[in-house]
Nanobody
Framework: QLKLVESGGGLVQPGGSLRLSCVAS????????IDWFRRASWNERERISC????????DFADSVKGRFVISRDNTKNTAYLQMNSLKPEDTAVYYC???????????????WGQGTQVTVSS
């Protein structure tokens, strides 16, 4: 049973950066695709990016293109979301999720983290 734990969230000023981590335990992360998505209190869930087990990246959210980058380090069983040039509208709870091998519909993701809060405010 894979367990995912997000970290790295916090309070940051507009224009700042954060790097979120998604650490897996209970199994090798290199067998799984990892997705990052977010949910703001006033909004529905927004899918950000996915990285497959093979390292292929798919970006979904136009609102973060050019600012957010997904990556993974299988030696550390960890996936990352580097967030730059943060804006107040990026404020949300950020989640990671895992699906075997390839990116796909979120309904097919078997493992989910509990989320980490990101607040962008001056």
């Amino acid at each position: 049973q894979l367990k995912l734990v997000e970290s790295g969230g916090g309070l940051v000023q507009p224009g700042g950066s954060l790097r979120l981590s998604c650490v897996a335990s209970g199994g090798p992360l290199n067998d799984y695709a990892i997705d990052w998505f977010r949910r703001a209190s006033w909004n529905e869930r927004e899918r950000i990016s996915c990285i497959s087990a093979g390292g292929d990246r798919v970006d979904f959210a136009d609102s973060v293109k050019g600012r957010f980058v997904i990556s993974r380090d299988n030696t550390k069983n960890t996936a990352y979301l580097q967030m730059n040039s943060l804006k107040p509208e990026d404020t949300a709870v950020y989640y990671c999720a895992a699906r075997f091998r390839a990116c796909g519909p979120l309904s097919e993701y078997d493992y989910w983290g509990q989320g980490t809060q990101v607040t962008v405010s001056s």
